[in-house]
């Protein structure tokens, strides 16, 4: 009885066995074959919604191009010229003067008159003429005044003379070239930006202050700019030709370094890049571009998102 329980025992373990491996199997290809399916799904839903749900972004097509690097100092409006000093060629009393301070005159305008009239002999009046072209600066004689051809009856300052006197720091130097433009602004007209060139670097370098005085002669605007005006200018001190720039807000950074993204097929990707100089809105970028490359400016996006041009910089 012992060996028939044992033998049938034994078969019906046998059985059991059988039946549960193949449910195992069943169930095991059943999941295989819902986790494909489900794959393939999910990557027609996102091929088809990566098609639908693209980012539009604006971009910068790569060119190589000059960059210039502009440092910014601040000087005084200033001229080389002492006003000069008007006066009579005789000696008498000013019978008139025609001009006011702050008006400008030109050379050869008649400025003032002057009677050497005296008693018991009668005189044409003298004409006093400016010997140059400028602003009235001061008047030291009125009519009624008595004169002599060593008075000064007023002062005129030339117009052509005005300039700027700054100093720029001696690592600057090498980039500095005679002839250069610059721009410059003044507190009194605000948003108004004008123009000097470079005309003088002083041969030696302060050892203070480890600067070099220049001056620049400005260009446009002498009728609105006054001597002793603060100046601020922006001078160029570095240029460095046929390099790649990209905007300064279109570089990132992450653990493996800096980088933009780019427009590759239709897709944004990171392109890792060398930061050179940046002048606050443009960045050069020495390696990690090609002519050609499409850098992404603008447009909420990150790196593997399907993007749609939109706009060029």
Not at 244 to 269: H, K, W
């Amino acid at each position: 009885m012992n060996k028939e329980n044992k033998a049938r025992k034994s078969a019906f373990d046998v059985v059991m066995s059988l039946i549960m491996t193949a449910v195992c199997v069943v169930v095991a290809v059943f999941i295989i074959l819902n986790l494909t399916g489900n794959d393939e799904t999910g990557l027609a839903i996102q091929q088809e919604t990566a098609g639908q749900d693209s980012v539009n972004v604006s971009v910068e097509t790569v060119t190589a191009q000059d960059f210039a690097t502009y440092t910014r100092l601040f000087g005084d409006i200033v001229t080389d010229t002492d006003p000069v000093d008007l006066y009579s060629d005789v000696s008498g009393r000013v019978t008139s003067v025609l001009v006011s301070r702050g008006d400008t005159v030109n050379s050869g305008d008649i400025v003032a008159y002057v009677d050497q009239s005296r008693p018991g002999y009668n005189y044409q009046e003298s004409a006093v003429r400016s010997t140059v072209s400028g602003e009235v600066l001061s008047i030291d004689a009125a009519a009624g005044d008595t004169v002599t051809s060593s008075t000064v009856l007023m002062s005129i300052r030339t117009d052509d003379d005005l300039k700027i006197r700054t100093t720029v720091p001696e690592r600057y130097i090498s980039a500095l070239r005679l002839g250069d433009t610059s721009t410059f602004t003044v507190t009194a007209y605000s948003g108004m930006t004008f123009n000097a060139t470079l005309t003088y670097i002083a041969p030696v370098v302060d050892t203070t202050t480890r600067t070099v005085e220049v001056e620049l002669d400005i260009e446009d605007g002498q009728d609105l700019l006054l001597e002793g005006m603060f100046a601020t200018v922006s001078l160029e001190t570095m240029r460095q030709e046929d390099v790649f720039t990209v905007p300064s807000s279109a570089t990132l950074a992450d653990n493996q370094g800096d980088y933009v993204l780019i427009v590759e097929d239709g897709i944004s990707a990171k392109a890792y890049v060398t930061r050179g100089t940046d002048d606050g809105d443009r960045t050069v970028i020495p390696s990690g571009l090609e002519a050609g490359d499409q850098v992404i400016t603008s447009g909420s996006t990150t790196a593997g998102v399907t993007v749609s041009v939109v706009g060029e910089d």
